[in-house]
């Protein structure tokens, strides 16, 4: 009756009932298991994007949009990204003495080459939460951070010495920050000078020649603290170290891993050639 019903052949329908399940279709379910533990991981904040990314860094071949289908079909999206209307900064230019040193570029071929850092609050039931951070362009790894209920300098400050304490040479790196008060102040301008930091800052109103570490910040806010209701500021501390040390650094290690990797199998000499 069914079969009458959908005008299908008896014949047909026990064939297809009776088929083996497709490569593609078992390749699906292989790749749909990954991306269910790299969500799951995530915390539930892997779109379509990084999800693809983190898939190629493992060596997935898989398409954009098969991976956008696989989750689709399984109610798996990432935590969306708020649209703002841009904003245009004041006019302005750095004093002579301090140049803006990146010009925006933020792309560095090798580490402990290009630091940059800044300052981001986050709201609690007990005030504000102060968060300073030391991103290292290369990898973008959270190289030094620190948090306290004031932003005053020793703060910044700690946050720089974590950073230079986990360093692995002893050459130069330039160091851009706004021009906040904290960043102009003679105890961390000393400590710059003392551990051959080159000072760089952005122009007075002109927050994109700090984006890469804005940027960083708009992640860790969009993923974590706008999702979350901290009652106390230790509870704000705990969950951004969770997020910094669990979270973000170890999955730049491994992007970071990866690369060199790949990089490595590139310029190995291939047997025919060889």
Known sequence: MMCRLLKVSPSGYYDWQDRPTSPRQVDNERLLGRIRELHTDSQGILGVPRMHEDLADEGETASKNRVARLMALEGLQGWPRKKKRGQRGKPGLPPPEVRNLLERDFNATEPETK????????????????????L???????????????????????????????????????????????????????LLKQN?????MSAVGHCGDNAACEGFFGTLKRERVNRRKYRTIDM?????????????????????????????????PSVESG
């Open 236 to 268: 704000a501390k705990a969950d951004i170290f969770n997020y910094i040390e669990r979270f973000h650094n170890p999955r730049m290690r491994r992007r970071v891993v990866r690369r060199d990797l790949a990089f490595s199998a590139f310029l190995e």
């Open 136 to 190: 290292d362009l290369f990898s973008k790894l959270v190289v030094g951070w620190s948090m306290h209920h004031r932003q005053d300098r020793q703060m910044v400050i700690r946050a720089v010495e974590m950073a230079i304490w986990q360093r692995q040479g002893r050459w130069s790196v330039i160091l851009h920050s706004d021009r906040g008060s904290q960043f102009r102040s003679s105890d961390y301008q000393k």
């Open 196 to 200: 051959t930091l080159i000072c760089s």
């Open 115 to 134: 630091w940059v850092t800044d300052i981001t609050e986050v709201a609690t039931d007990e005030g504000k939460l102060f968060l300073c951070v030391v």
